[in-house]
Every structure is written in structure tokens, then in C-alpha cells.
């Protein structure tokens, strides 16, 4: 070990490597408005084919995988920038990512027969508003949970 | 527990943030490095070289289409050397106390 090393260098330099990692960390997490574009894209097509109207489900099925394309074309183009390291996420990071997408699929399902079952209209359309406003309030929530797991789990936290 | 072995190979500035890039990562694209780093590509690639020869990173040639496409990844030794760099660098703040953690 470097005796002559002073400890305020020692603690720039693992501050240093956070940044390094959170650069990263950041390429993996999708922004706010990814979540805004999953909620738009899934309402606007359950609120299409509820419409019942040829046309209005034709140009909302064509929006929707088009909206769906783009976005995994966004999502391809940063994985071939840098893979971030599998065991960042660790058990509790999968547990998040899956109950969140338990809550949101699960509570649009239910919402929507509740709904449905009680007779009001547009029960797809509403359930999957439901859903939406989770992506888009709990989305970011999850990401930044996340985001702290990975930095926490790199080896550089002190 | 990682044994705390201090570095000098890693600890040079830009060789450890390029290793600190490459410790969180499975695989890091030249271009993704060069970027985040701020360096020339004759630069980066000197430095790849260098850390390569140390057995500390693998350099990977790849084509997508027809464009040549170079990555680098952490071998195993050199995760080891990182992860005993940082547990070098963490018992010295340590030693010396809270007062001069980072913001």
C-alpha cells in the first residue's frame, strides 16, 4: 500500500470511480419520459379497440407497435453503448422490477372487470388509465430505487 | 472481503476512471469509453494497451454489418485488482476519519 497517500486523495479518488460508475448505471436507467410513452402508447390502444370503429383501431394498432418499436429501437441503440454488469441488480432489484410490473399489469386487469363488471363504459380504456398513472408516477420511483441498488452494490460506496 | 492491495498501474487517473467505467459494466463499446472519458482514440487505445498487457482488460474485435465494432471488458484479474484498489483506497479514508468522505 501507498503509505504517502493522503486520505483526501483517497476519498477524491473513490469519489472519482461513483461518478465513473453512475455514468454507466445512467445508460441503463430509461428517463422519465420513457414512462410517459409506455402510459400514452398502452391507453391510446386500449381506448383504440374500444372504439370498435375499423379505422380508429387500424391507425391506433399502427401508433401503438410503432410507439412500441421505437422505443426498443431506443433501448437497443444504448445496450450497444455499454452492458451494465448483471449482478449490480442483485436479488432485491429483480423483486423491485418484478412486483412493480405485478402491480401495474395486475391492477389495470382488475380495475378494468371491476369496472366492467359494474357496467360502466370504456372498462379497458380506464384500466389501462390506471395502470398509466402507476407507470408514471411509480416508473421514475422504481428507476431511482434501482439506480441506488447498482451504485450501492459497485464497490465503491463508502 | 476484498484484501486491500493498492495499485499504481490502476490507480493512474485515466487508467482508473477507464477501469471504473469497465468494473461496472459486462462490456463497454471504445466509442461509450472514449466519450465518457474525454479521450483521443490513439489515447484510449494506449491506455487499453497498456491495462491489457497487465492481463487486467480483454480487447474484443466484433463486426456489426460491415462496421468494425472494438469493446473492452474487466478480466477476472482485473476485477480483483479494482476491488482491492477500492478496499485500499476505503481503509485509508477510513483510518483517517469521516472528515474527509466526499460530498
Known amino acids: ?105 395486475g391492477g389495470s386487469i382488475a380495475v378494468g372487470f371491476s369496472l366492467s363488471a359494474a357496467g360502466v363504459p370504456h372498462p379497458a380504456t380506464l384500466g389501462n388509465l390506471f395502470g398509466a398513472i402507476l407507470l408514471v408516477a411509480g416508473g421514475p420511483l422504481l428507476m431511482r430505487a434501482l439506480r441506488r441498488i447498482m451504485l450501492d452494490r459497485s464497490g465503491a460506496a463508502q | 472481503m476484498t484484501a486491500p492491495r493498492f495499485d499504481e498501474l490502476i490507480h493512474a487517473p485515466t487508467r482508473l476512471a477507464i477501469v471504473s467505467l469497465l468494473a461496472a459494466s459486462e462490456w463497454a463499446d471504445f466509442a461509450f469509453i472514449r466519450d465518457s472519458v474525454g479521450l483521443s482514440d490513439s489515447a484510449l487505445s494506449k491506455q487499453l494497451a497498456t491495462l491489457e498487457d497487465a492481463g487486467y482488460v480483454e480487447i474484443r474485435k466484433s463486426f456489426v454489418g460491415k462496421r468494425p465494432r472494438t469493446s473492452a471488458a474487466l478480466t477476472a484479474a482485473g476485477r480483483a485488482a479494482f476491488d482491492g484498489h477500492v478496499a485500499a483506497l476505503q481503509e485509508i479514508v477510513s483510518r483517517a476519519g469521516a472528515s474527509v468522505l466526499p460530498r
Open chain 1, 1 to 105: 500500500m501507498r503509505e504517502e497517500m493522503r486520505a483526501e486523495e483517497a476519498a477524491q479518488a473513490l469519489a472519482g470511480i461513483r461518478e465513473r460508475q453512475e455514468q454507466v448505471i445512467n445508460v441503463a436507467v430509461p428517463p422519465a419520459r420513457f414512462w410517459w410513452l409506455l402510459a400514452t402508447l398502452t391507453v391510446a390502444f386500449a381506448a383504440a379497440v374500444e372504439s370498435r370503429r375499423p379505422l380508429v383501431i387500424g391507425v391506433g394498432t399502427a401508433l401503438f407497435v410503432a410507439g412500441v418499436l421505437a422505443s426498443l429501437a431506443w433501448a437497443l441503440r444504448r445496450a450497444m453503448r455499454v452492458q451494465v454488469r448483471n449482478e449490480l441488480l442483485g436479488w432485491r432489484g429483480g423483486m423491485l422490477i418484478a412486483g412493480f410490473a405485478l402491480l401495474t399489469a
